[in-house]
């Protein structure tokens, strides 16, 4: 089984950055690929961005690309979420969830092909 924790939620004013981290007990082929999720209020959960943490291979969703990056730190488990320039309509519970890539690939916002979920952290942007 793999946990997986997030992080470095907060409240920041539009424009501001924030970095989350999502830590995962260990990587397995079922757990490799890593992909950050958000949920706003009364919205669906929508794929922002993913990293294989074996390959290095990274993807973002259009509405981020250029002011989010994601990045990985195997040593200690760890994928990070680096999001700048951020937008009061980007207030939303951020979720990490993990998955095998080989089933990922190609499918990597389907919700339904995840194995593993985190419990969510907050990110609050005012205007």
């Known amino acids: 089984q793999v946990q997986l924790v997030e992080s470095g939620g907060g409240s920041v004013q539009a424009g501001g950055s924030l970095r989350l981290s999502c830590a995962a007990s260990?990587?397995?082929?079922?757990?490799?690929?890593v992909g950050w999720f958000r949920q706003a209020p009364g919205k669906g959960r929508e794929g922002v961005a993913g990293?294989?943490?074996?390959?290095?291979?990274?993807y973002y969703a259009d509405s981020v690309k250029g002011r989010f990056t994601v990045s990985q730190d195997n040593a200690k488990n760890t994928v990070y979420l680096q999001m700048n320039s951020l937008k009061p309509e980007e207030t939303a519970m951020y979720y990490c969830?993990?998955?095998?890539?080989?089933?990922?690939?190609?499918?990597?916002?389907?919700?339904?092909?995840?194995?593993?979920w985190g419990q969510g952290t907050q990110v609050t942007v005012s205007s």
């Open positions: 969830a993990a998955g095998d890539f080989w089933v990922l690939v190609g499918a990597w916002t389907a919700l339904n092909k995840y194995n593993y």
């Open positions: 260990q990587y397995t082929d079922k757990s490799a690929f």
């Open positions: 990293i294989y943490t074996r390959g290095r291979t990274t």
